[in-house]
């Protein structure tokens, strides 16, 4: 985690850019020339992606410290969708920017095995080794207990990533699991108590640990407790802006120390065009730094 | 559901076979032809795993209704690897076979309503709409409640596709979540209640709903109580074989009309030829017709 916490103290800024794009969200410009050279395709479609998801990036790598790219946005457009993420990736990290992925995975331990690999690993190829998609981070789904997620901790202590598991999720219904109470306290906080373990022997050199948690902004009460339990736990904030989190909200999900969660915005920043004006870049950057400003204040 | 039901009462087989391969599991002489091809590359191992998946269902298509590729084994080899799960998915269509992706996605509502265009329906791209991969089926993650699987389930009843929800899984640590006690009932149960929910208003002829669960052979206690519970609900069961679970356990998931499950095993079919030799359609049929007849036996 420390990787991820260094551009953070670094940019001055504890926040991450979703990238769930889809083609309602792209100026019809950016859409026309694609579709006018590969027609209404997946191709076309998913090269008019990588060209937003290109411009976003390029506003935003000086000030913002990571992006989000959410999975299913890809895998909506098929291979062509899967190419575009890789290469949204491999972008992302070459303008120095973290890449946490967004695909709430998780399985039997074998299949998390696969999955840990695709994603974090390497996959054997007879005496090769190659890497099939390179994020520094992805989310894990913990419905099937430890053996379940064990596999991604293993291979973030092999390759020297983090991993974010899913505790108290930003949904409507999110509760109606998560919220139950089991031997005095909620399904949240027996997660919470796994996710801890999980994370228990990789304490980096900032205090938190390669185990992330994923708590919603739009449950501050329950941020607030989950941050007591979990001070070496970092926490990935989705729910702030569009799904009506507040700075004061994700301010629970905060240390003392300033540090200790990152917080995402996916909607207000890529559609910041649309409702301010501008290009798409230009406005992303510009709502990229009030809501930077907005969240910094909140903590301080 | 209906469509499954008939191929399982024309096939008198209540199986599926598990397709999740990796390299492991073929045969060297299959791995070499491929990458004295295309060289020890994602595109090699790929190429060989589709010849495997290919001899697989040919060997199959006549005896068992349906397959269920595991998408984490084909993610693992990046986008080659996922070109191959899309050509296995049309391929076993086009041999008549059901086909359960078994990508256990979930997410908030809006981005499961990605993940369920991606697999059950279609994608907008301008003016057209396409089908971006092509299941029958796909497994679910309802760690986010219900407005996290509602998307599936409307994109079920558009599409004539299903869907099947985790709620007992077969590993040994499901328990940790799963069996945690609320309100006087384990979690799962607290699913099933949920899973029944979604299900009540698509019960077809043969009276079942679309949306199905996922239960694991290796809790058959578990999966009598389930059973009593949710009359109209199909059960995919994992676990026989490989993980476990004998003929009389997977018993427990079945109704009285004969009905009411679908049992999966992957290794003991994909791999019967290391155990049994002869060649991996050859001993896989085999092995497929072994289990059939112990299932057929134990549910009379």
Redesign the interface.
């Known amino acids: 985690m420390d990787t991820l916490i260094e551009k953070i103290i670094e940019t001055g800024n504890p926040t991450v850019a979703g990238l769930?794009p889809?083609?309602d969200y792209l100026p019809e410009s950016m859409?026309k020339q694609s579709?006018d050279k590969y027609g209404?395709?997946?191709e076309?479609?998913a090269n008019a992606l990588f060209s937003f998801n290109k411009e976003l990036i390029d506003a935003l790598c000086d000030i913002v410290p990571a992006v989000k790219p959410?999975s299913?946005?890809y895998?909506?457009?098929?291979?062509e969708?899967?190419?575009c993420l890789?290469k949204t990736i491999e972008y992302a990290k070459s303008k120095g920017m973290y890449v946490i992925l967004?695909a709430?995975?998780?399985?039997?331990?074998a299949?998390?095995e696969?999955?840990a690999?695709?994603?974090l690993g390497k996959?054997?190829?007879?005496?090769?080794r190659?890497r099939?998609?390179e994020p520094d981070s992805m989310t894990v789904?913990?419905?099937?207990?430890?053996?379940?997620v064990k596999p991604f901790v293993d291979q973030c202590a092999a390759n020297r990533k983090s991993i974010f598991v899913?505790v108290k999720?930003?949904?409507?219904?999110?509760?109606?699991?998560?919220d139950?109470?089991?031997?005095g306290k909620p399904?949240y906080e027996?997660?919470a108590g796994?996710v801890k373990e999980w994370g228990i022997d990789s304490i980096g050199t900032h205090g938190y640990s390669r185990v992330g948690a994923v708590v919603g902004a739009t449950y501050p009460e329950q941020a607030e407790v989950l941050r007591g339990l979990m001070p070496h736990t970092y926490f990935l904030v989705?729910g702030y802006g569009a799904?009506g989190g507040r700075a004061e909200d994700v301010a629970k999900s905060f240390n003392g120390d300033g540090l200790g969660a990152i917080v995402n915005a996916s909607r207000s920043i890529m559609c910041a065009y649309k409702k301010n004006g501008g290009g798409v870049g230009e406005a992303a950057r510009a709502e990229a730094i009030r809501m930077r400003d907005d969240i910094v204040s909140a903590i301080k």
Chains 1, 2 share one sequence.
């Not at 709430?104 to 331990?109: E, N, V």
């Not at 789904?141 to 379940?148: A, H, M, Q, S």
């Open positions: 769930d889809k083609l859409i579709f209404e395709t997946f076309g479609a959410q299913a946005y895998e909506m457009y098929g291979i969708g899967l190419k890789k967004d709430k995975r998780g399985d039997i331990g299949t998390s696969a999955y690999k695709a994603y996959t054997d190829l007879g005496t090769e190659e099939a998609f789904n913990p419905y099937l207990g430890t053996d379940g899913l999720t930003s949904n409507k219904s999110s509760g109606e699991l998560q139950l109470i089991s031997g399904i027996h997660m796994l989705p799904q």
